[in-house]
């Protein structure tokens, strides 16, 4: 039962990348930082386009965005606070949890893109460089959401946050799920005049609370 559980996974939930699906290789971000109760806070590094770039069909660019991870039980509440260092950019970020069925490494994500709404799985994942067997990947949608303050754009799949302070990203869930979560953030549709070639700095805040 397992097998046909796995197998009627849904990949990605749009067809452009279903299309590249074939191409998919795992990789591995230069960092994925651990936040925990005593480490709650860290400064990110991510191009200004990296969580969704129009070069790339829109999709996010695994290692010009920046990672993190933690731990949440079931029913506790979430909250990631990005703070941007610059004026013009605007933070964006999705969660992903991987549960029992996620039986890779968890510092292997599944390919060089990714999609900022969806699950993001490969079955039999392997080592690009090495070849490596490395399981299956299972990262499984939980949030997303970008700055919409002072943002030309507003793309409603994207989920558009204003909390009337541009470059502030505060994004709030309530964890469906006991156990394992990663997230990535990277700006989105940066202001003109913003140096898209450079890396700037995010602060973010990372908590997780019992209600």
Same mark, same amino acid.
């Given at each position: ?6 197998a ?15 191409s998919?290789?795992?990789t591995?971000?230069?960092?994925? /930082?651990?936040?925990?109760l005593?480490?709650? /806070? ?12 129009p ?8 290692h ?24 013009? *950019? ?12 996620? /039986?890779? *490494? ?8 990714? !999609? ?10 392997t080592d ?9 990947i ?27 302070? !541009? ?8 964890? !469906? ?29 990372? /908590?997780?609370?019992?209600?």
């Amino acid at each position: 039962m397992k097998i046909n559980k796995l197998a009627s996974f849904t990949l990605l939930a749009t067809a452009g990348f279903l299309a590249a699906s074939a191409s998919l290789a795992a990789t591995q971000p230069s960092e994925i /930082t651990k936040f925990t109760l005593r480490k709650t /806070t860290d400064v990110f590094t991510v191009k200004s386009k990296a969580w969704s770039d129009p070069a790339f069909g829109d999709m996010g660019w695994t290692h010009s965005s920046d990672w993190g991870s933690f731990l949440a039980r079931k029913g506790q509440t979430v909250t990631i606070k990005l703070v941007s260092e610059s004026v013009g *950019i605007h933070p964006g970020a999705t969660v992903w949890f991987r549960g029992a069925d996620d /039986t890779s *490494i968890d510092s292997y994500v599944v390919d060089h893109f990714y !999609p900022q709404y969806a699950n993001f799985a490969k079955f039999g994942a392997t080592d690009e460089t090495t070849g490596e067997s490395l399981g299956n990947i299972v990262m499984r949608h939980k949030a997303h959401g970008y700055d919409l303050d002072g943002n030309s754009r507003s793309v409603r799949r994207l989920n558009g946050i204003k909390d009337d302070v !541009p470059g502030q990203l505060v994004l709030t869930f309530t964890a !469906p799920n006991s156990g394992h979560y990663q997230f990535v953030v990277g700006g989105f549709n940066p202001d003109v005049g913003v140096d898209t070639t450079q890396k700037y700095n995010i602060n973010v805040k990372v /908590t997780v609370t019992t209600p």
